[in-house]
């Protein structure tokens, strides 16, 4: 119950295009929602984050759609560009620690290798 | 400032012998969490800290794992009697707190030879 499963593995598009990944989650509880990017030997970085009480959440050229009902949410990028290549996490979480002090204990997805060609 | 370091950036040892993977988070983060990734996976929570204390330690695969935050910033990862399947990335990463986003290190990599 505790998975998120993420798809697809890998991802090519040319310049402009608007790649999708899509992730699933069987946990209920679940009520955090973000989407990390991870480029080679560095630490994942957040891009945006949605709760399930919005469907739709835009930050720059990045949306999350989220789907409360199918247990689905997906990340969007319009006008791709190169340097957007890279591995892309979504994760989920519920409040922990004393208190439900922290959205930090995430469930990370399977991840998605990006690459968007000039 | 700077984000949060964590040093050796790699670390490579024998089966069997002891290490420690040093996490020095953002200044004034009061959360901090470590996270294993295994390659061509995403990161697993091993651990969370707030202050000084070990708030879900969870994560952690078995008691050769341990870690400590004695004064509620710097945290060490110990690792004892170190297996070939404890190879991976280990992550740090810290934040403000309640709601606040993680900020994640880059990362040691550790090889069990």
């Known amino acids: 119950q505790q998975q998120v499963k993420q798809s697809p593995q890998s991802l090519i598009v040319q310049k402009g295009g608007i790649p999708i990944i899509n992730c699933a989650y069987e946990n209920t509880a679940f009520d955090y929602f973000p989407w990390y990017q991870q480029f080679p030997g560095k630490g994942p970085a957040l891009l945006i984050a949605?709760?399930?009480?919005?469907s739709e959440k835009k930050e720059g050229r990045f949306t999350i759609s989220f789907n409360k009902s199918a247990k689905q949410f997906s990340l969007h990028i319009m006008d791709s560009q190169p340097g957007d290549s890279a591995t892309y996490f979504c994760a989920a979480s519920m409040k922990i620690g004393a208190g439900g002090t922290s959205y930090g204990k995430l469930t990370f997805g399977q991840g998605t290798i990006l690459t968007v060609h000039p | 400032g700077a984000g949060v370091s964590q040093t050796p950036s790699n670390k490579v040892t024998e089966k069997g012998k002891y290490v420690e993977l040093r996490c020095d988070p953002i200044?004034?983060?009061?959360?901090l969490y470590w996270y294993r990734q295994s390659l061509g996976q995403g990161p697993e929570f091993l651990i969370y800290f707030q202050g000084t204390g070990a708030a879900d330690d969870s994560g952690l695969p078995n008691d050769r794992f341990f870690a400590v935050r004695p004064e509620g910033s710097v945290s060490t990862l110990k690792i004892q009697r170190t297996e070939r399947g404890d190879s991976a990335v280990y992550l740090c990463a810290s934040s403000q707190g309640q709601n606040s986003p993680l900020h994640f290190g880059n990362g040691t990599r550790l090889t069990v030879t």
């Open positions: 949605i709760r399930p009480d919005v």
């Open positions: 200044s004034g983060h009061t959360a």
